[in-house]
């Protein structure tokens, strides 16, 4: 592979894993909200 191969390459697995860190982040941001919530739930009764 020629070096401007490699940037290219390099650039796209960065991009993907911010993307999927940025996915990742917010999956865990909904789990603690709904978490959040049944434990008001629980708590109202």
Same mark, same amino acid.
């Given at each position: ?6 940037? +290219? ?8 894993? %911010?993307?999927? !860190?940025?996915? +990742? ?8 909200? %709904?978490?959040? !919530? ?8």
């Amino acid at each position: 592979m020629i070096p401007d191969d490699d940037d +290219l390459i390099r650039r796209r697995q960065k991009g993907r894993a %911010i993307v999927l !860190a940025l996915l +990742l982040g917010a999956f865990v941001v909904l789990i603690f909200f %709904i978490t959040i !919530a049944k434990i008001r739930q629980g708590m109202a009764h």
